[in-house]
């Protein structure tokens, strides 16, 4: 069962290195959508959003619930059709494209709420990833997975069945899974929520570890003092739209950043 | 009547392998495709008329006429699937079971406009296997064809548990059972797999329609009985559980060979009440196991899990397919 795909990673640890830099003439930034709008019914949960990450950064969304933070990884990662607007990756429109041509393209998601393969074991779910997603064959894709599972502190609890690991694992494992589809860009949905003080220490060093190996990281987090020791660009959404965004301390200290949050809708 | 007795209990447990082979395809697509092909049995029919056509009208040999049919059968189970089941499914919970009681119907009629309401059998054409016995100790009979056929059923379901722990198309199969989006996002492309999936059933399904004509007859209308056995044999293993078809299999098997020594009415009688013994009992479970409701309880007494964590994953990706 092989899939066509463009070898188009050239930081995937399963690839050869990219004989050269970009060849378009305009790189641009690397995921970037403009006027997303996503409704259901009359419902507008994203109402013309705007975002963009470039290659190599990491980008922190903040927002209070309802903001429509999750809906926009949706809209990235292809989970539903967007009511409006166009997303690029890499300089092509991905607006139409299924979330499995994106993921193979090089955009990984994990869940808020984990979606693991229950009747797998961790080592089991992360190798389906490598081998669909990663593009890894045979002896590379069970390294590969070894490798993840170390990685993301997962080892220990290679060969037990996903339903019976806790939370915090099942959360490392949607980073592993969403790793093992060697991505260019992760979009991280809340993973820090519920983890103890120790824990997000070594989530940040995770994802810290993450950034400084190239990938572009998108992290969606309530938890300020984790994403700050990340991220270097911070944008702030409220019912559906952005209401700030730039450097992590300016944003904080806007006034509407403010309301948002201790306004109507409070956490 | 101890001698009688230990005769229906082994008659029995041959015949669950039957019953296995039948049943697991549906399995298998109950529980990756979370699709309920109610013309399962109408497939194994058309499988076996193939084979007899090949057979009797043709003139190959019949294992020649089995390699042929399978592989078709699994080319029309992918194209139904991709053409017929995909399409249904995003028409949400009452579509499928009106497409394939609608296929069964154009299948049955198809079947005897082409080849008439004969009952048809390829005990002919399989020489002496179709009465040879090995005889046991205690004057215990086995028929030939009925070890063959439970031996096979032990083949498959081994191979097809092999196949979903061990190859990529097993764990492809298996993740988007699991979790049809999440397995997009990791790169599985879970159409594919379920079309696989699929493919797999109806060939398997031919396989018991060309075990059931070397057992005894066949006519275009003997499929709903099979697709009813199966899903009793399913439902007793626990829904979407491989080996759990097998177990189901001999139990409905020997419910239905005791049930035989009783009166030839109440072996068939037998097995249903088996079946809706089995079915009642997890449903009082699900029901002490208390939250959820009935759709909870109900679940639970299909699978024969219990109430788990799972409960959630299938409320979660109804009609998510875009």
Same mark, same amino acid.
Do not use: Y
């Given at each position: 069962m092989t899939i066509p795909r463009p070898d188009i990673r050239p930081d995937g640890p399963g690839h050869s290195p990219d004989p050269g830099p970009d060849h378009s003439p305009d790189p641009g930034p690397l995921l970037c959508a403009a006027g997303v709008v996503k409704r259901y019914g009359s419902l507008t949960v994203l109402d013309d959003v705007g975002f963009h990450a470039g290659a190599g950064e990491a980008v922190g969304i903040v927002g209070p619930n309802g903001a429509g933070k999750t809906t926009l990884f949706g809209a990235l990662a292809g989970s539903f059709p967007i009511t409006g607007g166009q997303i690029r990756f890499d300089g092509t429109d991905i607006t139409m494209a299924p979330a499995r041509a994106r993921n193979i393209m090089g955009i990984a998601r994990t869940y808020q709420v984990p979606h693991p393969f229950h009747g797998m074991t961790l080592f089991e779910n992360v190798?389906?990833?490598?081998?669909?997603?990663?593009?890894? #064959?045979?002896?590379?894709?069970? #390294?590969?997975?070894? #490798?993840? !599972?170390?990685?993301?502190? !997962? !080892?220990? !609890?290679?060969?037990?069945?996903?339903?019976?690991?806790g939370l915090l694992d099942l959360k490392r494992l949607e980073v592993a899974r969403a790793l093992a589809t060697n991505p260019r860009v992760i979009l991280l949905d809340e993973i820090g929520g519920g983890l103890t003080e120790g824990e997000l220490i070594q989530l940040i060093d995770l994802i810290g570890g993450l950034r400084a190996s190239g990938l572009t990281i998108v992290w969606i987090e309530h938890i300020l003092h984790a994403l700050l020791k990340v991220v270097t660009r911070l944008v702030c959404m409220a019912e559906g739209r952005v209401v700030a965004e730039g450097d992590p301390e300016a944003v904080m200290a806007d006034p509407t950043v403010r309301s948002a949050y201790l306004g109507t809708d409070p956490e | 009547m101890a001698d009688a007795f230990v005769q229906a209990l082994v008659q029995g447990t041959l015949l669950g392998g039957y019953y296995a082979i039948v049943a697991v395809g549906l399995s298998l697509m109950v529980g990756v495709v979370r699709f309920i092909n109610l013309a399962h049995g109408d497939m194994a029919v058309l499988g076996a008329l193939i084979v007899i056509a090949l057979t009797q009208a043709v003139g190959l040999p019949v294992g020649l006429a089995i390699a042929v049919t399978l592989p078709v059968m699994a080319a029309l189970g992918w194209i139904m699937h991709a053409v017929l089941f995909e399409r249904a499914m995003r028409g949400g919970f009452l579509l499928p079971i009106l497409v394939t009681i609608g296929l069964g119907a154009a299948l049955q009629n198809g079947m005897f406009g082409l080849w008439g309401s004969n009952t048809r059998s390829l005990g002919a054409d399989i020489g002496?296997?179709?009465?040879? +016995?090995?005889?046991?100790?205690?004057?215990? $009979?086995?028929? &030939?064809?009925?070890?063959?056929?439970?031996?096979?059923?032990?083949?498959?379901?081994?191979? $097809?548990?092999?196949? /979903?722990?061990?190859?990529? $198309?097993?764990?492809?199969?298996?993740?988007?059972?699991?979790?049809?989006?999440?397995?997009?996002?990791?790169?599985?492309?879970?159409?594919?797999? &379920?079309? @696989? @999936? +699929?493919?797999? @059933?109806?060939?398997?399904?031919?396989? @018991?329609?060309?075990? /059931?004509?070397?057992?005894?007859?066949v006519t275009p209308y003997s499929g709903p009985a099979q697709l009813i056995f199966a899903f009793e044999a399913v439902v007793i293993g626990g829904l979407g559980s491989i080996w759990g078809t097998l177990i189901g299999g001999i139990i409905l098997g020997i419910s239905q060979s005791l049930g035989g020594l009783i009166s030839n009415q109440?072996?068939? /009688?037998?097995?249903?009440?088996?079946?809706?013994?089995?079915?009642?009992?997890?449903l009082a479970q699900g029901w002490r196991a208390g939250h959820g409701g009935w759709r909870v309880a109900l679940r639970a007494a299909l699978t024969g899990r219990g109430i788990t964590a799972r409960q959630g994953q299938t409320t979660a990706w109804k009609g998510k397919r875009t």
């Open positions: 190798l389906v990833a490598a081998r669909a997603g990663g593009g890894w #064959d045979g002896q590379a894709a069970i #390294d590969a997975t070894g #490798d993840i !599972l170390r990685r993301t502190g !997962l !080892l220990p !609890l290679a060969n037990t069945p996903a339903a019976a690991v | 002496g296997l179709s009465w040879a +016995s090995w005889s046991l100790p205690a004057g215990i $009979l086995v028929g &030939q064809l009925p070890v063959l056929i439970f031996a096979c059923a032990v083949v498959v379901i081994g191979a $097809l548990h092999l196949m /979903l722990r061990a190859t990529r $198309l097993g764990r492809a199969i298996k993740a988007t059972a699991t979790d049809p989006e999440a397995a997009e996002l990791c790169g599985v492309d879970a159409r594919r797999a &379920q079309r @696989a @999936a +699929s493919a797999i @059933a109806v060939s398997l399904a031919a396989l @018991a329609g060309v075990f /059931l004509a070397m057992r005894g007859q109440a072996a068939l /009688l037998a097995g249903h009440l088996v079946f809706l013994t089995v079915l009642m009992a997890r």
